[in-house]
């Protein structure tokens, strides 16, 4: 009876250790059961607080107490917008220069004076800068233009001024290489042979053209050194491509000693030399014409002149 006691007593611990395992278990038998059966299985934060609801099994599962998850939505996706074409900004296109009737004469055309209410500032060079960029910064200021006769030797000591005048608009004319007068009528009464003048036009083409980087050419405007010229002259210039002699209607002889006022006096609108059409002779080198220039175009512009380049007045 001994040997008996044992195994009962054994038996017995093993219940009594079943029974309380049973009851400090966290999931119900109808939980494990579903879980058994394959049901869904929600897995929660650890750390959550979570108050489970179990389903009847045998419930259908339209039934349930539990409303099923939605599925998940998202906003419909918009069709791919293409992006707006980018055109890009067109440069703005230089201006042409204005284009003087064509010249059917066989010889150069001179040129002294235009016709309207149109006036011409143009400015001589062939030694020194003198007032050069003065006379460009009030052009620029007051929105004038102007025209400018330039030698060679002038062009290859200056360019950076020259490229500035064709950048800004101004009207640069063939001037002669050394300002050498054709005719001799201004120098030493000797006229230049044609190989002479030839070298004299060509050269200072050359030179000028070169100063803007071969982007400007000076034909067909031609001005003569002291304003000497002869029919033999006029016609070698047409055969080269130069179709107008720049003359002018006032000189203002500045190198002569006259004043600003006196300059003004002289060319303004309502002098002889002056007026509708005018086109007025300065030099670079020269105070007075500088100092002159406030006072002309404040004359000029009171009278309703309009402001143009040479080959502006005779396109028009």
Known sequence: MR????????????????AVG????????????????????????????????????TAPRTGSTVPPTPEPTSAPTQPPTDEPELIPTPEPEET?????????????????????????????AGEGTGYTEEILEFLAENNLKASFGITGEWAREYPELVKRMVDEGHLVINHSESHQS??????????????????????AEEAIEAATGGTYTV????????????????????????????????????????????????????????????????????????????GLVAAYQAEGYEFVTVEEMIAD
């Not at 001799?184 to 050269?203: A, F, H, I, K, N």
């Open 22 to 57: 049973l009851s400090g278990s966290s999931l119900s038998p109808i939980a494990m059961g579903d879980a058994r059966d394959g049901a869904d299985i929600a897995i929660a934060d650890s750390t959550a607080q979570v108050t489970a609801v179990v389903p009847d099994p």
């Open 219 to 294: 034909k067909p405007y031609w001005r003569p050194p002291y304003g000497d010229y002869d029919a033999e002259g006029q016609r070698l210039l047409a055969e080269y491509g130069y179709d107008y002699t720049l003359y002018w209607t006032c000189d203002t002889v500045a190198w002569m000693g006259t004043t600003p006022d006196e300059i003004v006096e002289k060319c303004g609108p309502d002098a002889e030399d002056g007026g509708p059409g005018a086109i007025i002779l300065m030099h670079v080198t020269q105070e007075a014409d500088y100092l002159s220039l406030e």
């Open 96 to 124: 042409p220069r204005p284009q003087p009737p064509v010249n059917t004469t066989g010889a150069s055309i001179i040129f002294e004076r235009g016709n309207g209410r149109e006036v011409a500032l143009t400015f001589d």
């Open 182 to 203: 054709w005719t001799g009528w201004s120098s030493d009464g000797v006229p230049l042979t044609e190989d002479q003048r030839l070298d004299e036009l060509l050269d």
């Open 3 to 18: 040997y008996l006691r044992r195994p009962v007593l054994l038996f017995a611990l093993i219940a009594i250790a079943t």
